[in-house]
């Protein structure tokens, strides 16, 4: 008989990670690597928190993060299973080593503009970002950051974000492996200029982000799209387009919550993607764009958080945590001559980024005016979101899908019938209601929009949807 599977764990309480976290990173650990396979039983909750000498509901947490991530089922009545759907990785891998967006109408009132996703400035940490400003003109050696700066950023700021991806995110990146931007657009022109030549291939989402298209399509490069399910972008898609084009140089993601549909790729398809990824070479440009705002358990770690993954360039920014008027990102890659194009690219551009601004937002988050405001913000748009999924069950359930996202700022909305979305944008600009026509996110036709929360007061948001409601009943007659 096979000695059962046991949890080789310890509580480290040094951990800034909740112990249910720990447990179930441990238990994904041992899946990874082959000492627990597809099918395997895990403990009953009541045995594991016995083992663990812990809180039952402690166990009973970490193994809903295994479920929400699909790494295991629940069979009821008959316990927890490793999940069946998970590819076989090489375990070699596995121990890699880590290297080195009508203003004037908006202001006043008269429109109501629903962006792509945007936060609500109104509890944008303004007071506190000022404050860490005014402070970094004052301390005694000021004249040192007034010289020129590193075309990568602040090296302490860098070493920050290194810290905060490492930490929250899973990942295993230094400071000499980040670059510090003007917002995430700017990291997407960067990596597309330095990455990518006139003839390459680069598959996209569809529908997806086209100013990141746009990016990719100035380096001269062809756009391959691909489309979106409700387990994300079509991994045998994928697999096909890589057979049949040879020049594919690198596929653009938004893993985490897909832009603009919100579905989270699955664990299959990512692990899948990771496969296709370094069997043909190809690197993968991760766009995270709003990581911090999740209302579930926690955020589905980056595709670039596997150690498997041998080309990426991770994207994000802190526009949407801090204010989003402020513009820094930042990208991640392990690969040093990509990075160093980029530098020079950045150098030949701007030189190098806001020194100052660096250093207050890194004293905003040694301060923990960041992690503070992230909690603060995160439970007003958790109580915003579940008050629009009211107001949508109210008025559209008969006339539209959608489904309650697990983060974010926004909801898609596909009507229940294909609706003429040229009249339908006409007719709600006609009620000063502004909405993002669906041809943003396609150059084919998808009957969908993006109905974003985060910037708008209660008010607007039930008279907007009371109103959308009425059109799509209209058009679907």
Aim: hydrophobic share 40%; charged share 25%.
């Amino acid at each position: 008989m096979l000695r059962p599977w046991k949890l080789e764990f310890e509580i480290d309480k040094k951990l800034d990670k909740a112990v249910y976290l720990q447990i179930a990173d441990t238990i994904i650990t041992d899946i990874r690597s082959g000492r627990l396979k597809a099918g395997d039983t895990l403990p009953g909750s009541r045995n594991m928190a016995a083992m663990l000498k812990i809180n039952r509901n402690t166990v009973v947490e970490a193994y809903q993060v295994l479920i929400n991530e699909e790494w295991v089922i629940s069979k009821e009545r008959k316990g927890i299973f490793v999940s069946d759907k998970i590819p076989v990785m090489h375990s070699k891998s596995l121990n890699r080593t880590s290297e080195t967006d009508y203003q004037s109408m908006v202001a006043n009132g008269m429109l109501i503009s629903f962006d792509d996703g945007h936060p609500d400035s109104k509890i944008a940490p303004v007071t506190e970002l000022a404050r860490a400003y005014r402070q970094i003109f004052s301390i005694k050696a000021k004249w040192q950051m007034m010289g020129y700066g590193d075309e990568h950023g602040d090296i302490e700021f860098r070493k920050m974000i290194s810290k905060m991806l490492n930490h929250q995110r899973g990942m295993q990146i230094q400071e000499n492996e980040i670059s510090i931007t003007r917002g995430s657009q700017m990291g997407m022109f960067l990596t597309a200029q330095s990455l990518l030549t006139s003839g390459d291939g680069v598959i996209v989402e569809n529908p997806g982000y086209q100013p990141a298209w746009q990016a990719f399509e100035y380096t001269g490069a062809t756009l391959i799209p691909v489309s979106v399910d409700e387990e994300g972008i079509d991994i045998e898609a994928v697999e096909k387009r890589l057979i049949q084009h040879k020049n594919i140089k690198a596929i653009y993601i938004t893993p985490h919550r897909q832009y603009p549909t919100t579905v989270t790729l699955s664990l299959s398809r990512r692990l899948k993607l990771i496969e296709l990824s370094n069997k043909h070479n190809i690197t993968i440009i991760e766009d995270d764009y709003d990581n911090e705002f999740h209302f579930g358990y926690r955020p589905i770690l980056p595709l670039s958080s596997f150690p498997e993954l041998n080309n990426y360039v991770y994207i994000g920014t802190l526009s949407k945590v801090v204010a989003p008027a402020l513009r820094i990102g930042y990208l991640a890659t392990k690969n040093q001559d990509l990075l160093k194009k980029i530098g020079n690219l950045r150098k030949i551009i701007d030189v190098h980024g806001d020194v100052i601004m660096e250093q207050a937002v890194l004293q905003l988050i040694k301060d923990g005016a960041v992690k503070k405001h992230i909690k603060k913000a995160t439970v007003h748009y958790k109580n915003k979101r579940d008050f629009v999924y009211s107001l949508l069950k109210k008025y559209m359930k008969d006339v539209a899908h959608f489904t309650l996202p697990e983060g974010g700022l926004a909801f898609w909305i596909a009507p229940k019938a294909q609706i003429d979305w040229d009249v339908a944008t006409t007719l709600l600009l006609e009620k000063n209601i502004k909405i993002i026509h669906p041809k943003q996110y396609s150059r084919n036709y998808v009957n969908g929009f993006r109905l974003s929360y985060g910037s708008l007061p209660e008010d607007q948001l039930e008279q907007s949807i009371v109103i959308i409601s009425e059109v799509f009943a209209k058009l679907s007659e």
